[in-house]
């Protein structure tokens, strides 16, 4: 657990570039990556407006650094949000992986190029987006989503009528006519976009191979997050706080103090990097800050791994084969200490059947005959 530096503000669009980078060079390395060609792209794109006129880029550039270096010093709420970003669960990357997912796969012999001809028959001046879509392997992928059972997943749950959006679409309009043509196209068209939005896109193969090693403690290399480096300070600073400095009392005259005190406070201290000199116990800690070890990166790594799979396409026949994330929990075997507490235990009976073959909950008492 480290506090935030305080930096000064970056006040150029190079600087606060400069600065987002660097706290990127604080994540796991397996999320590096993803996330510094996020920053990449966004600046290049960026790069072309003039920030005088339009400074929402600028401000939305301080309060990613502002995230990324609470994330960085012990917030687990936004580092968690950090990885699903970078693992592709929600953002820009999900987008991405969503786009791949759904994409026809290129025909490799003559009977899939006919097979692909056919399905696009006498259509050809009609064509949408939804032609362009396999939506058999999407709603194969759905369908896998579904069985595997998410636990706490940043998307809704897909329910089991939205992997067949054809069938739950009405055939007649409030008249009871028939619905016209292009309004259940366009209907169509909504459900199977409604059902891509909450897809948990495949990660590639090696990528989440390296996710599972992480998890299950076999993992080669480095994985962990390298310690912040010390800030660098001139020859002539000096490293002790000085002693004896005038109060800002102007801010306290015009403004609530609830107002000057909210940088200080412990909700947004990870945020601001504040320091409070004006508690008499001291700087207090941080609401929220935690210390990252391995263990808690892996416990963080295993909840985006069990969000995750891979799919890879079978070597014979139609179809492919989708695995999920799935931590086994086994029980730890007791140590030689507490193993004279199972050493004498005693077997279980087994319950007494009937011959009907069921158990007996409440025995009936034997009525007496008399005579």
Same mark, same amino acid.
């Given at each position: 657990?480290?506090?935030p530096l305080?930096?000064? #503000? ?16 604080? !994540?796991?390395p ?6 510094? #060609? ?14 005088? #006129? ?7 550039g ?5 995230? &990324? ?6 917030? &687990?709420?936004r580092?968690?949000?950090v !990885? ?13 992986l969503? $786009? ?9 012999n003559?009977?899939? !190029? ?8 006498g ?20 369908? $896998?989503q579904?069985?595997?059972? &998410? ?19 009405p ?11 292009k &309004? ?10 409604? !059902?891509?939005?909450k897809?948990?896109?495949?990660l590639?193969?090696?990528e ?5 090693? @992480? ?17 660098a ?10 002693e ?33 000199d ?5 700087d207090?800690?941080?609401? *929220? ?14 909840? @985006?791994?069990?969000? $995750?799979?891979?799919?890879?396409? #079978? ?9 999920? *994330? ?6 730890l $075997? ?20 009937e011959?009907? *073959? ?14």
């Amino acid at each position: 657990m480290s506090r935030p530096l305080r930096i000064p #503000k970056p006040q150029t669009p190079l600087h606060l570039y400069r600065h987002l980078l660097r706290e990127t060079s604080y !994540l796991p390395p397996l999320a590096r990556p993803s996330v510094h #060609k996020q920053i990449r792209n966004r600046f290049e794109r960026d790069s072309g407006y003039d920030q005088d #006129k339009n400074p929402k880029h600028i401000r939305q550039g301080h309060h990613e650094l502002r995230a &990324l270096r609470a994330a960085n010093s012990g917030d &687990l709420v936004r580092m968690r949000r950090v !990885l699903l970003r970078a693992f592709g669960r929600i953002g820009r990357r999900r987008r991405e992986l969503v $786009s791949h997912l759904v994409q026809r796969d290129t025909p490799t012999n003559t009977e899939e !190029l006919a097979k692909y001809a056919e399905a696009l028959a006498g259509n050809y001046k009609n064509l949408d987006w939804l032609d362009e879509w396999d939506v058999e392997k999407l709603r194969m992928y759905a369908r $896998s989503q579904l069985q595997a059972g &998410l636990n706490n997943p940043p998307k809704a749950p897909i329910t089991d009528n939205q992997t067949a959006p054809e069938k739950i679409l009405p055939t007649e309009n409030a008249w009871g006519r028939p619905l016209p043509k292009k &309004l259940a196209r366009t209907k169509l068209k909504k459900m199977w976009k409604s !059902l891509a939005e909450k897809i948990m896109p495949p990660l590639p193969k090696k990528e989440w191979e390296t996710l599972k090693a @992480i998890v299950q403690g076999t993992v080669q290399g480095p994985w962990l997050p390298p310690p912040r480096r010390p800030l660098a300070r001139g020859m002539s600073e000096n490293a002790q706080p000085q002693e004896g400095q005038a109060w800002a009392w102007q801010s306290y005259a015009i403004k609530p103090v609830a107002v000057v005190d909210l940088p200080t406070n412990r909700k947004n201290k990870l945020l601001s990097g504040a320091v409070d000199d004006n508690t008499p116990t001291g700087d207090p800690d941080p609401v *929220g800050c935690h210390k990252y070890t391995p263990r808690a990166w892996r416990r963080m790594l295993g909840t @985006i791994w069990q969000l $995750s799979a891979t799919m890879t396409k #079978k070597p014979e026949g139609d179809g492919s084969c989708i695995t999920w *994330g799935k931590q086994l929990h086994q029980p730890l $075997s007791a140590n030689a200490g507490n193993m004279e507490f199972f050493t004498d235990f005693p077997d279980v009976e087994a319950p007494k059947v009937e011959d009907k *073959g069921r158990r007996s909950r409440n025995p009936k008492p034997e009525a007496k005959v008399e005579g």
